[in-house]
């Protein structure tokens, strides 16, 4: 599914530049579940948003579905983004002025869908986290895990080949965690390679390979048993 | 895709009350200004188009440069010009003149006077009026014909079916009507009540002035064969006139005409937009109507960038919803659409509150400017322009927003905290806010300007007392002239009534008469020309002239009056056969007179004798008595020409008396009875001195006030937009000023804060809007002969009150973040 060879990034600001990505080598099969964990400036974040092709390497390559993408524009990696790729944030990012509805189709206007698959669509996602009775409200309306499980249904409602999750529990009570994680891996279970970054051991248990960051490089992958 | 855009656009449209209301209400207005004056520049350019050979109509306009004194342009010719044009020029069709006449007509007991129009009959042809009865090329053709307009017809038949009916014109001479045409339109310089033929039988006697080639007192029109070149006939005007108008013999040395009057064809079409002296109605120069689209312009940009502003400084709150689009798919250009498209709805929601505007002040606005301004819906072209005009400013203003938003990076927004928002756009933020307050300040500027010049010309020491001044006209017509001195002895018996005098010319009017004047010994061929006007024994004193040398005229003296054969006076041409006549008499000369005739001091001119050409062969011999101070007869545009007054026994055309102080009304009661008695079947004709010379200051006291109004309204619109921004920085600071409280800042340091933030663009703006203002002011001010100086105080003074506006607006809302509790702006995050 993903390969990356030698990735770097390197963040410059005036005068100091700091090395978020130092030389990381990972590959990732499709139908994979991999959580990265590390501590907090390791580079867990800076590695998901090159995986999710929301930034590029400084050098290195990326290899997505035998393609190098690292030095494409942002155009064509929007594409690629928009086919392949679905996203599930730790502070949800719902936006607060359309309802549940509208949020998860949100993700089905960039796609050219007729009106009548997009509804039949985002029902379908919703019942599969089970929020469906709750399409009509606005994000404020509801709790901390119902949003996630809306966010979760945007990420899925396209139906991307890759979740990426960036600390998916991180704003949630345990209850609630452990919900969205049974989820995952129920999606996972269906085909969809998912890469979670968490702080959460517990959490990290869900998937079937750990890769431990530690200043931008990789230091331990440990296969869990099956 | 677009119900979503819409959804969202409506939604934060209900949400952000403040944001919205702050654009929508500033687009309105700026685009209601936009269209106030569109309207106006529309309707301006329209001006005669609908001749149908308004594009082949020329009107000649002549330069005269008298010796001595600076061009005139006037948009008026010599009664021989058309005729002796048309002869040599093939490529006329037809030409035609029209004179003035003011007259009393009659009909049954209905009596008023009328200024009406001698036209020669090809003028008929030449325009084609909409007529409602008779025939209209053939109307002039009858010398007892008459030509009314629709609302004349009604004024004195009470009905516009009036073909064949009579009206008694000057002294009973009867004329009837050959034709009714429809009132004027608008966009017409046209002024026309009445038009008789030129050889009517109640005409003027155009007779002894047919061959002047020395008087501009008729408007003349040529209509040109398709396709004339009107450069290339212009280019040979100048030697035609040389060739063609005479040098006039005077007395005292020859006239050249052909070096004194040059003159020009304009098109129909820019008469309006070109005005000169001797209009018929005032017009409206290109660079008022250019001034004024600039002004809409500016008000509009200043709406634009509110919304500009205000959409970039909410950034923060629209990063998420760009980021997560992007990141479910959505390219930089959708997200660019989306919200250049949420900005064009606003502009239209702008621009059907703007409509909503107009409607409420058309009316007004239109009477203000006394142009019949509508707005027609049904009209393709003015909708077609308002929506691409609010289309425009919906893309201009939403432009730099969707690109700025669109080019968010959603990995760092999304993370959570809003640091994907660059500060770079802060300072855009504010190089615009200076932009706004310099357009604001540039405009109090030229609003102080505008005004005080027109201040200083309404209130500027003319070199006479204004105040309780009234004017007589039309007392030089047979009917009252024989018993004129007996009348003005009376008003000078009267009690209430200070002094009066006759006099042939009123300030403020824009006709003069020029003679050739010479020392004795002096060179025949050097023309010096001097304006002249015969006046009352009294003339200073009524006038209120300061007398610098000499003495004035005195009644006493056997020698100072002129005394006029009686041919002379009763305005007859010189019986054949009699001898040339030489009329002596005494002089005042203004001290440009003084200068002009090249005399060292005032004292050194007086008891000098000079010569002057009078009318009809006579010549003048003038003793100098005295020398009084320059004063203004025209507008203060004009120089003051070099002038000598003298007395005569000859009538005089109009008086001008002097009320005493606080009597007004019992003096006008006076004057109205001493009238009616004396010529009870004549209206009186009197207005006050200061009213007339409102009307030369007329166009410019619009301008004035439109320019007030705007600029008024440019800050008003910049205000608003400061104030939004005021309110989402300091919600963008609550943390900040939070902290600032804990750590022991009070409301005032809080307030001052936030209020220096906005201080710092204004302060800059007047960097920027001075030295244009002063530009721009210094150029218009030098299209006066007198003028004010450009006052630093204003400038200072408009920079100030923007800064206290901008303090007052941005300071109440300070006030009330800073009192907030600063718990509540710590959990804010």
Redesign the interface.
């Given at each position: 599914m993903l390969k990356l060879v030698n990735l770097v990034k390197a963040y410059r600001t005036e005068e100091v530049e700091t090395t978020a990505l130092n030389g990381v080598n990972i590959h990732v099969q499709t139908g994979e579940f991999v959580a990265v964990m590390g501590p907090s400036g390791c580079g867990k974040s800076s590695l998901l948003n090159i995986v999710g092709m929301l930034d590029t390497p400084t050098s290195g390559e990326y290899w997505f579905n035998g393609e190098e993408v690292s030095r494409y524009g942002e155009r064509k990696l929007a594409d690629i983004r928009k086919k392949n790729i679905g996203f599930i944030f730790q502070s949800f990012n719902l936006i607060d002025e359309l309802t549940v509805f509208e949020n998860v189709e949100l993700a089905l206007l960039y796609h050219d869908i007729p009106a009548r698959e997009r509804k039949a669509r985002v029902k379908e996602a919703l019942e599969k986290v089970k929020i469906s009775h709750r399409e009509g409200h606005l994000p404020q309306q509801l709790s901390g895990g119902q949003q996630q499980r809306v966010a979760i249904a945007r990420a899925v409602v396209a139906r991307p080949r890759m979740l990426l999750a960036d600390e998916p529990t991180g704003n949630l009570d345990s209850a609630n965690g452990d919900e969205v994680m049974h989820m995952l891996t129920g999606l996972n279970a269906e085909g969809t390679t998912i890469v979670m970054v968490t702080h959460s051991m517990p959490h990290a248990q869900y998937a079937r390979r750990i890769i431990n960051l530690f200043d931008g490089q990789v230091v331990a992958e440990n296969l869990r048993a099956a | 895709?677009f119900r979503?855009y819409l959804?969202?656009a409506l939604?934060?449209l209900v949400?952000h009350k403040l944001y919205s209301a702050i654009n929508i209400i500033g687009l309105a207005v700026g685009l209601a200004a936009c269209i106030l004056i569109l309207l106006f520049v529309r309707h301006e350019l329209t001006y005669d188009r609908f001749f149908s050979k308004a594009d082949r109509i020329a009107q000649v306009t002549i330069y005269a440069t008298l010796p001595g004194r600076s061009t005139d342009h006037a948009s008026a010719a010599m009664l021989p010009f058309a005729a002796a044009f048309k002869q040599d020029h093939p490529e006329v069709e037809a030409a035609a003149r029209l004179v003035r006449q003011r007259s009393i007509v009659q009909q049954g007991d209905v009596q008023f006077f009328e200024d009406m129009l001698l036209a020669d009959t090809d003028f008929l042809r030449i325009f084609d009026f909409p007529f409602v009865a008779g025939t209209r090329e053939t109307a002039l053709d009858d010398p007892s014909g008459v030509v009314l307009t629709e609302t004349l017809a009604r004024k004195y038949f009470q009905s516009t079916d009036v073909l064949g009916r009579t009206l008694s014109v000057d002294n009973n001479k009867s004329v009837h009507v050959t034709g009714v045409m429809k009132d004027l339109p608008g966009n017409t310089q046209f002024k026309i009540d009445i038009l008789l033929p030129v050889n009517s039988v109640s005409g003027r006697n155009l007779q002894a002035q047919e061959q002047n080639w020395g008087a501009i007192c008729c408007w003349t029109y040529v209509q040109l064969k398709p396709g004339t070149d009107l450069a290339a006939l212009n280019a040979g005007l100048d030697a035609w006139m040389k060739k063609t108008a005479p040098t006039f013999n005077s007395p005292t040395g020859p006239i050249v005409l052909g070096d004194i009057f040059r003159p020009e064809l304009r098109p129909l079409t820019s008469v309006h937009t070109q005005p000169l002296l001797s209009d018929m109605r005032p017009g409206t120069s290109l660079a008022e109507i250019y001034t004024f689209s600039a002004v809409a312009l500016l008000v509009l940009a200043i709406a634009s960038i509110n919304f500009m502003n205000l959409a970039t400084a909410r950034a923060t709150q629209r990063a998420?919803?760009v980021?997560?689009?992007?990141?479910?798919?959505?390219?930089?250009g959708?997200i660019v659409m989306q919200f250049i498209g949420e900005s064009v709805l606003l502009t239209l929601v702008g621009l059907v509150l703007a409509l909503a505007l107009v409607e409420l002040v058309l009316p007004g606005y239109a009477a203000f400017l006394g142009k019949p301004l509508t707005f027609d819906y049904s009209d393709p072209s003015l909708l077609g322009l308002l929506l691409a005009l609010a289309v425009l400013v919906g893309v201009a203003g939403g432009a730099y927003p969707a690109f700025f938003l669109s080019g968010f990076?959603?990995?760092r927004v999304?993370?959570?905290a809003s640091s994907g928002v660059g500060g770079g756009s802060g300072r855009l933020r504010t190089a615009l806010v200076v932009v706004q307050f310099a357009i604001s300040i540039g405009l109090m500027v030229a609003t102080a300007v505008v005004h005080g010049q027109l201040l200083f010309a309404q209130t500027k020491d003319l070199g006479y007392d204004r105040e309780n001044l009234l004017v007589l006209d039309g007392i030089g017509r047979r009917e009252i002239r024989d018993r004129q001195g007996a009348f003005l002895d009376a008003l000078r018996a009267d009690p209430h009534v200070a002094a009066a005098a006759e006099t042939d010319l009123v300030p403020g009017d824009g006709n003069e008469n020029n003679t050739n004047v010479r020392l004795p010994g002096g060179d025949p061929s050097q023309m010096i020309i001097l304006r002249n006007d015969s006046v009352g024994f009294d003339y200073v004193r009524t006038m209120g002239l300061r007398l610098v040398a000499g003495r004035d005229f005195d009644r006493n003296r056997g020698g100072d009056r002129m005394v006029t054969p009686d041919w002379l006076r009763n305005g007859e041409q010189r019986p054949a056969g009699s001898d040339r006549v030489t009329l002596t008499g005494a002089a005042l000369l203004n001290v440009a007179g003084v200068q002009r005739l090249g005399f060292a001091t005032a004292e050194a001119a007086i008891g000098q004798v000079f010569e002057a050409g009078g009318g009809d062969g006579t010549s003048l011999r003038l003793t100098i008595v005295g020398v009084v101070d320059d004063f203004h007869y025209r507008s203060i545009h004009e120089e003051i020409a070099p002038s000598y007054f003298f007395v005569s026994d000859a009538p005089s055309d109009s008086a001008v008396v002097r009320i005493k102080a606080g009597q007004v009304r019992e003096a006008l009661a006076d004057i109205d009875r001493l009238w009616r008695e004396m010529y009870p079947d004549m209206p009186i004709q009197r207005q006050f001195l200061d009213e007339r010379l409102q009307d030369l200051y007329a166009r410019e006291q619009k301008t004035s006030q439109m320019f007030a109004a705007f600029s008024g309204l440019a800050i008003i619109i910049a205000c608003l937009g400061l104030f939004g921004l005021a309110s989402f920085t300091a919600a963008r600071r609550t943390k900040e000023i939070g902290l600032r409280k804990v750590l022991g800042a009070g409301v005032p340091d809080i307030v001052r804060l936030l209020v220096w933030q906005f201080s710092k663009p204004v302060l800059l703006a007047n960097l920027i809007a001075w030295p244009l203002a002063w530009w721009g002011l210094e150029h218009w001010l030098r299209s006066f002969a007198y003028r004010i100086d450009l006052d630093p105080v204003l400038f200072v003074g408009a920079g100030a009150a923007a800064l206290g506006i901008a303090w007052l607006t941005v300071g109440l809302h300070a006030a009330r973040v800073a009192q907030a509790r600063p718990v509540t702006a710590l959990r804010y995050e």
């Open positions: - | 895709m979503s959804t969202v939604r934060n949400k998420r919803e980021s997560v689009r992007k990141v479910v798919g959505a390219s930089r959708q990076n959603p990995a999304l993370k959570g």
